[in-house]
Nanobody
Framework: VQLVESGGGLVQPGGSLRLSCVAS???????????MSWFRQTPGKDRELVAT???????KYADSVKDRFTISRDNARWTLDLQMDNLKPEDTATYYC??????????WGRGTQVTVSA
């Protein structure tokens, strides 16, 4: 399984970015069984959960990004997106795509850098 993130970059505070994660290597018919998530990490800090889109269609957000970020997934195209609006400097981090199933299968992308600065 491979997860490849894209869409990061430099943006001013208040701006928007859309991150995308494209998956490959899943056995056909299994992608939709995975919980798909976005995490982020800054140097010296633990990786933190930003948003999750469960296999059952439920979404969950970190309190710090609620009402600003929107997670979406396309099970037919094996993609996961994160729309980030009203970005703040504290959103600066490397963002990672994650696929998890059953507490055993756990895959990560290499990350995409998001920098929010004037």
């Amino acid at each position: 399984v491979q997860l490849v993130e894209s869409g990061g970059g430099l943006v001013q505070p208040g701006g928007s970015l859309r991150l995308s994660c494209v998956a490959s290597g899943f056995t056909p018919g299994t992608y939709q069984n995975y919980a798909m998530s976005w995490f982020r990490q800054t140097p010296g800090k633990d990786r933190e959960l930003v948003a999750t889109y469960s296999a059952g269609g439920f979404t969950k957000y970190a309190d710090s990004v609620k009402d600003r970020f929107t997670i979406s997934r396309d099970n037919a195209r094996w993609t996961l997106d994160l729309q980030m609006d009203n970005l703040k400097p504290e959103d600066t981090a490397t963002y990672y795509c994650n696929a998890e199933f059953g507490g055993y299968f756990d895959f990560w992308g290499r990350g995409t850098q998001v920098t929010v600065s004037a």
